[in-house]
T-cell receptor
Framework: EPEVTQTPSHQVTQMGQEVILRCVPI?????FYWYRQILGQKVEFLVS????????KSEIFDDQFSVERPDGSNFTLKIRSTKLEDSAMYFC???????????FGDGTRLSIL | AQKVTQAQTEISVVEKEDVTLDCVYE???????LFWYKQPPSGELVFLIR??????QNEISGRYSWNFQKSTSSFNFTITASQVVDSAVYFC????????????????FGQGTILTVHP
């Protein structure tokens, strides 16, 4: 069964450094999402992306964050200058259409030192 | 604003017991979707079910069943004859059902319920 894949599974970065999290959504899906989950807390929406542009973003998704679909398969989340509070599990998800079930990757655990 | 409340933080049961996970939601949208996801100890999020607001029929899938009651804004999840492999965090989530809805496409999650099934 096709699945969403995320790399790396764990990323350790110094505060202030840039980090790029990578995702390969399911190939026939058109909608892409990033969520984050701070340890022990609920999953929070960051951004949705469709037709090469952001559809919606949350208040968490400030100017330090950006997303890109650089080619036909990858979907990336960049954090420009990481802060301690960016430490979390980041999940990528994709769906065929809006409100079709979103299928999640296994997540990238980001640890900021 | 969208809101999902899972009042049960943790539930502990013994194998073969039935267990119900509660989910209450708030939305101003007239059309919306409700979801349940499972997060096992390995950390991934596994889709379990999607239900749209027009369909109040209960659904059963094996040992899993879901009870959607629009009148009480609840979408509860029951596991019958629980097994150790059911141990996980379970999340209820909500999204708007139409473009222009308050959370079209994006999922608003509850806090999750930690279910532990003891042998």
């Amino acid at each position: 069964e096709p699945e969403v894949t995320q790399t790396p599974s764990h990323q350790v970065t110094q505060m202030g450094q840039e980090v790029i999290l990578r995702c390969v959504p399911i190939s026939n899906h058109l909608y892409f999402y990033w969520y984050r989950q701070i340890l022990g807390q609920k999953v929070e929406f960051l951004v949705s992306f469709y037709n090469n542009e952001i559809s919606e973003k949350s208040e968490i998704f400030d100017d330090q964050f950006s997303v890109e679909r650089p080619d036909g398969s990858n979907f990336t989340l960049k954090i420009r200058s990481t802060k301690l509070e960016d430490s979390a599990m980041y999940f990528c998800a994709s769906s065929r259409r809006t409100n079709q079930p979103q299928h999640f990757g296994d997540g990238t655990r980001l640890s900021i030192l | 604003a969208q809101k999902v409340t899972q009042a049960q933080t943790e539930i502990s049961v013994v194998e073969k017991e039935d267990v119900t996970l509660d989910c209450v939601y708030e939305t101003r949208d007239t059309t919306y979707y409700l979801f349940w996801y499972k997060q096992p100890p390995s950390g991934e999020l596994v889709f379990l079910i999607r239900r749209n607001s027009f369909d109040e029929q209960n659904e059963i899938s094996g040992r899993y069943s879901w009870n959607f009651q629009k009148s009480t804004s609840s979408f509860n999840f029951t596991i019958t004859a629980s097994q150790v492999v059911d141990s996980a965090v379970y999340f209820c989530a909500l999204s708007a059902g139409y473009a222009g809805g308050t959370s079209y496409g994006k999922l608003t999650f509850g806090q999750g319920t930690i279910l532990t099934v003891h042998p």
